[in-house]
């Protein structure tokens, strides 16, 4: 059972527009998402984050959008740079009805990045 | 500084050797994690220490074993492995184990393969 999806396995955007990539997710405690990058051999670099009492946050070019009705958030990189080219994981933590976190990290599949100059 | 050390880069091993990876962090985080990473896929947490102390285990092979001998080292004790536990191998810390946000930092990783 997957509960962070990231349906586009690849994206491909040209060097100064926008690259948008989604992720949806099922589980309804999941209260915290954040988006890594990941270059080849390495490991995955921490980008941006949300808190589900949001429902936007920005970091210089990227900007997560939440939509908590709708069990979907993105990740806007504007404008988007040959560098920029790598896998993007969604992943978010969830926490019990008393407000604890589990502790873990759910990660989708992974979208490959690839922007051309 | 949101670094994650980890050695060695890359290690082959035999099915019979023994071997350790290592990973420090110097952010004065309380919480440490290892993570298998196949390629194409994502992550798989494999341990957690909060505080020193184990606090997740999930159902890692006792192939693998981590000791965490102080709050900014953290090792993974490889013993007898198989050719299908090749991977990349990545350490996570986060300021706390549960707490208040749960962003992770990794370090590079250790590329294994067992031969």
């Known amino acids: 059972d997957q509960q962070v999806k990231q349906n586009s396995p690849s994206l491909s955007v040209q060097e100064g527009r926008i690259s948008i990539l989604n992720c949806d997710y099922t589980?309804?405690?999941?209260?915290?998402f954040l988006w890594y990058k990941k270059y080849p051999a390495e490991g995955p670099t921490f980008l941006i984050s949300i808190s589900s009492i949001k429902d936007k946050n920005e970091d210089g070019r990227f900007t997560v959008f939440l939509n908590k009705s709708a069990k979907h958030l993105s990740l806007h990189i504007v404008p988007s740079q040959p560098g920029d080219s790598a896998v993007y994981f969604c992943a978010a933590s969830a926490r019990d009805a008393g407000g604890t976190s589990y502790g873990k990290l759910t990660f989708g599949q992974g979208t490959i990045l690839t922007v051309h100059p | 500084d949101t670094e994650v050390t980890q050695t060695p880069k890359h290690l082959v091993m035999g099915m019979t050797n023994k071997k350790s990876l290592k990973c420090e962090q110097h952010m004065g985080h309380r919480a440490m994690y290892w993570y298998k990473q196949k390629a194409k896929k994502p992550p798989e947490l494999m341990f957690v220490y909060s505080y020193e102390k184990l606090s997740i285990n999930e159902s890692v092979p006792s192939r693998f074993s981590p000791e965490c001998p102080n709050s900014s080292l953290l090792n993974l004790h490889l013993h007898a492995l198989q050719p299908e536990d090749s991977a990349l191998y990545l350490c996570?810390?986060?300021?706390?184990?549960?707490?208040?946000?749960?962003?992770?930092?990794f370090g590079p990783g250790t590329r294994l393969t067992v031969l």
């Open positions: 589980n309804s405690m999941f209260d915290y």
């Open positions: 996570a810390s986060s300021q706390e184990w549960a707490g208040s946000t749960d962003t992770q930092y």
